[in-house]
């Protein structure tokens, strides 16, 4: 319980919205802290910057990755890259406190929940394998449709890390195939594509598109004859 509150005052919002553009420049357990910082950081008017002073101690509560990997892998990386700018204020005789300066994303970008933290049963390597394949989503679905080596490529990731954690994925059913998702997810047109199924992802969750689901009869006599046809 004492965890949940502290993750709560790291988290300073319900969800953060996640730029596209990050995906393929960091691996994932990068992206899943780069996430991280977006949930904490504040929106300042009339700027297309979003800012955030996270401390290590407080990314590593919210995320569950240790602070050495932090301050040791991350934190290079990320000032490294380009992607942010950032700033080290000296805010007592003895203290220095990094400020980051995120791009706040107009358009192409995705919903995280915070609940997205809180999880404990996905890794982060796997929650950022989740960022990654969201942000190949087509927009406003949970679905991607490209082959696994384009995938992998997009990522900027190893044929053998993709599959890797995309068979965790399956095996968690994160993870599914057109013919085994809900029809609100899938698109008759391309059943070879991969259905995201994890609640805590969009404005609106997968749960919310299938609930609010309402196929006329044609509908779905047609979808039921292309599964059939391509099976």
Not at 165 to 183: E, F, G, H, Q, T
Request: proline share 4%.
């Amino acid at each position: 319980m004492e965890q949940s509150i502290s993750n709560l005052i790291v988290a300073t919002k319900d969800y953060t919205t996640f730029p596209v553009a990050a995906i393929g420049l960091f691996k994932p357990k990068d992206l899943y802290l780069l996430a991280g910082m977006y949930l904490s950081s504040h929106y300042q008017r009339n700027s297309s910057i979003l800012h955030t002073d996270i401390t290590i101690s407080q990314l590593s509560l919210l995320t569950g990755v240790q602070s050495e990997y932090i301050s040791e892998s991350y934190y290079p990386r990320l000032k490294r890259s380009g992607f942010i700018s950032y700033r080290c204020v000296q805010e007592q005789p003895n203290v220095k406190r990094n400020h980051f300066y995120l791009p706040l994303p107009k358009q192409n970008f995705r919903f995280i929940r915070k609940e997205f933290f809180f999880d404990r049963t996905l890794s982060p390597e796997e929650k950022g394998m989740i960022i990654g394949l969201y942000g190949l989503c087509l927009n406003n679905t949970f679905r991607y449709d490209l082959f696994d080596q384009r995938a992998w490529e997009a990522l900027g990731i190893s044929k053998n890390t993709f599959k890797k954690y995309r068979n965790v994925l399956i095996d968690k059913d994160v993870l599914w195939s057109s013919y085994d998702a809900p029809m609100a997810l899938t698109n008759a047109e391309h059943l070879d594509a991969k259905v995201l199924m994890y609640p805590h992802l969009g404005h609106k969750t997968w749960l919310d598109l299938v609930e609010e689901f309402n196929p006329t009869e044609d509908e779905i006599n047609h979808y039921l004859l292309m599964v059939e046809e391509v099976a």
